[in-house]
């Protein structure tokens, strides 16, 4: 802009002195050129003016579009949030032969033990198809609240068949909605999350490779996770329903039963307490032909330790359970689910397992679970079982591993003519041979894995005749000796 000035003044005094020649009056000239210069100052400052506003509006406009941008990203951060859709499932099926070129018995409860839980080892004797299916929907908001919904679907059928309709047992399973992370929480409750509607407690754990729940709590209801009680010590507080159903030969229906349940972890502890409570259920009578009336309340607690070694000698996982229950309780396995248990009833059960590498080309995972109740049904029945089972998996290459496994399991079952079950006492042992293939074989609870097999069962004779209605009752299914062949698939994501 001075540089404008200097030029000009330059033009007008030239100017100016060709108009002295012509004129030769000096003022007259003088207060025109003075003249010019005060208009070409105006002009040049009304430019700057011009020129500043163009710059501001340049900046206001830049600053409006760095905001819409960033409000722009915001938005987009929350709608990608609120579109966060998980699809998880869980699945097996296969075909079990048995020696005789017939369709194969089997299954992890197979044994008259099976009847109160007692589990043996489910590799190369399961002969069903079954599949979980869980869609998730999830929003995440600005203020760091989140809303999930779950809808799980399960179905399970024992024939091959393609078109499995007729024996389908097509079922809701879960379908629950939870909150967590609310901004308008504080303290113990910050983090929290609560959740209503039908589900499994997220808190269950299990011994897969005996398809054992070591605690299963389900129904419908609603309840808190993750209370801070303390630092290192989180609590949840729900409550379960589950539907009893009629009582035969009597005016009541429709018998509930409730779970309160506060589950606490303290570290690597697990201390959870429930009480369970059924209105009227006392006036259920089993089928036991001794009139034994049902309980209407119970208690049940678990104490475990979940260790992220291999009980403290080598890397790896491991889990330690101690269970006790009474009257409902005592199903000490899957609370509230069985309506006939006796006031008096009582069940202690006791579960270790846990997996460890040894080495590069070898995997191990033992497992002991083992329970004892009484006055279950009737008063002075008494139920005694030991499971011991180990698996052991050895890596040929980055897809195939040779698995192996083996059960053994004692019972002493003494039901007092409960459903017209005999007395009995012996064991049942299973060995099992499985090539498996991979996509990988980079752990333990790597799948999807696609297995070939060979089971080998047999057992005490006197176990063929604790009930007619069970496998060991059948005429072809006796002890001394039950091949079982067979192709499964497993996967889990």
Do not use: C
């Not at 830049?62 to 960033?70: I, P, Q, S």
């Not at 229950?325 to 579960?351: I, M, N, W, Y």
């Not at 270790?352 to 083992?370: I, M, N, Y």
């Not at 498996?436 to 980079?442: D, H």
Request: proline share 2%; charged share 25%.
């Amino acid at each position: 802009m001075q540089k404008s000035k200097v030029m000009l003044a330059v033009t007008l005094g030239l100017m100016s002195g060709a108009l002295w020649a012509a004129d030769g009056g000096i003022e007259a000239r003088l207060a025109a050129l003075e003249a010019r210069v005060q208009a070409a100052e105006a002009r040049a400052a009304a430019a700057e003016v011009r020129a500043d506003k163009a710059e501001s509006k340049a900046s206001e406009a830049r600053e409006t579009a760095v905001v819409a941008k960033a409000q722009s990203e915001k938005v987009d951060k929350q709608t990608a949030g609120a579109q966060g859709f998980e699809f998880h499932g869980y699945a097996r099926s296969g075909l079990l032969v048995n020696g005789n070129g017939n369709g194969g018995r089997g299954g992890p409860y197979v044994t008259p033990a099976g009847s109160v839980g007692g589990a043996v080892g489910r590799l190369g004797n399961e002969d069903d198809t079954y599949m979980e299916a869980n869609l998730l929907k999830t929003q995440t908001f600005e203020d760091g609240s989140w809303a999930r919904y779950k809808l799980m679907l399960a179905d399970g059928v024992e024939t091959s068949n393609d078109w499995t309709a007729s024996d389908s047992s097509l079922n809701t399973r879960q379908v629950f909605a939870e909150i967590g992370d609310l901004a308008s929480f504080s303290g113990p409750l910050q983090h929290s999350v609560l959740w209503a509607g039908k589900r499994f407690d997220r808190d269950n754990f299990d011994i897969h490779w005996l398809d054992s729940d070591v605690v299963f709590l389900a129904g419908t209801g609603g309840g808190v996770y993750d209370v801070q009680l303390a630092d290192n010590w989180k609590a949840n507080f729900s409550l379960y329903g589950r539907d009893y159903g009629d009582i035969s030969a009597s005016d009541l229906s429709d018998i509930e039963s409730y779970i309160l349940t506060m589950n606490n972890r303290i570290g690597h502890w697990q201390w959870m307490i429930n009480g369970l409570s059924a209105k009227d259920n006392e006036a259920r009578i089993n089928d036991s032909g001794k009139g034994s009336a049902a309980a209407d309340k119970g208690v049940h607690t678990l104490l475990a330790y979940h260790a992220d070694s291999f009980f403290g000698m080598r890397p790896g996982m491991s889990k330690a359970a101690l269970l006790y229950g009474h009257g409902l309780g005592a199903q000490v396995k899957g609370l509230g689910s069985e309506s006939e248990l006796l006031p008096d009833a009582d069940a202690v059960r006791l579960a270790l397992f846990g997996t460890t590498d040894l080495g590069s080309h070898w995997r191990l995972a033992p497992a002991v679970l083992a329970e004892q109740s009484q006055d279950r049904y009737v008063k002075g029945d008494e139920y005694r079982w030991a499971t011991l089972n180990g698996r052991v998996e050895q890596i040929l290459s980055q897809n195939v591993e040779l698995v192996y496994e083996a059960t053994w399991q004692y019972m002493d079952l003494d039901p007092k003519g409960y459903q017209g079950r005999q007395a009995v006492k012996g064991d049942f042992t299973k060995l099992t041979f499985a090539p498996t293939f991979k996509a990988r074989t980079a752990g333990f609870f790597e799948r999807p894995e696609l297995r070939v097999f060979a089971s080998w069962m047999n057992w005490s004779s006197e176990l063929d005749d604790y009930a007619g209605s069970d496998a060991f009752g059948q005429s072809d299914f006796n002890a001394g000796g039950e091949w079982n062949f067979g192709v499964q698939m497993e996967t889990w994501f």
